[in-house]
């Protein structure tokens, strides 16, 4: 779009004999001489959009960061989910077990009063067997003895007695039935009586 100077050629006021004192008004009057401004301008627009895209490549930087480290604590904390779940994975089937296990305990003891060997070795193979295929799969026994410190932790007092001496107040004086763990989880208490 093109306008026309109105001033141009009129005697009344005559620009060029000024001397370009106002060089404001004479770009309002001829628009078509280029302003030195516009060159300025478009250069600080592109300053920034090119800071913008910078803020947001820094923003997306961010997230992204974010999002690979969320999903590596996901990755870190599944596979140590599943390396739980196999190491328990057979708790219940070895809980199930472990009052078989106690009987062939006490049964053991009666038939090694037995004076008939053949019976006695033949029962303690079948014994150790089943104990080496139940630690096989990770089942251990609580090691706790009379004269022991009593720890609530790692042991279930069941009743408490008059301590038969003096050093076992406070302490095991017997271990009515045995405890046993799965890797570093307790799945039974060992139950034990303490002295008083």
């Known amino acids: 779009m093109k306008f026309n100077n109105p001033f141009k050629g009129k005697n009344t006021m005559n620009t060029e004999n000024t001397g370009n004192q106002n060089p ?3 770009n309002e009057l001829n628009p078509e001489t280029p302003t030195t401004d516009t060159p300025e301008v478009e250069a600080a627009e592109e300053l ?5 895209l910078e803020e947001q490549l820094a923003q997306e930087k961010d997230k992204f960061l974010r999002l690979f480290a969320e999903f590596e604590n996901y990755k870190k ?12 994975a057979n ?4 809980q199930a ?3 078989v296990l106690d009987d062939f ?10 004076e008939d060997e053949a019976l006695v070795k033949g029962v303690e193979l079948i014994h150790e067997k089943l ?8 089942l251990e026994h609580v090691e706790l003895k009379a004269g022991d410190e009593f ?7 069941i009743t408490q007695i008059p301590a038969p001496s003096a050093d076992l107040k406070g302490k095991i004086v017997d271990v009515i039935e045995k405890g046993y763990k799965l890797g570093d989880k307790i799945i039974r208490f060992p139950k034990v009586v303490i002295g008083q």
């Open 151 to 157: 720890n609530a932790d790692f042991a279930e007092a």
């Open 77 to 88: 904390r599944t596979t140590k989910e599943r390396i739980d779940l196999f190491k328990t």
């Open 24 to 26: 404001e008004l004479e």
């Open 48 to 52: 920034t959009v090119e800071q913008q």
């Open 105 to 114: 305990d006490r049964a053991m003891q009666q038939i090694s009063k037995s």
């Open 131 to 138: 104990k080496s295929t139940l630690v096989a799969k990770g």
């Open 97 to 99: 077990m472990l009052p």
């Open 91 to 94: 708790q219940e089937v070895l």
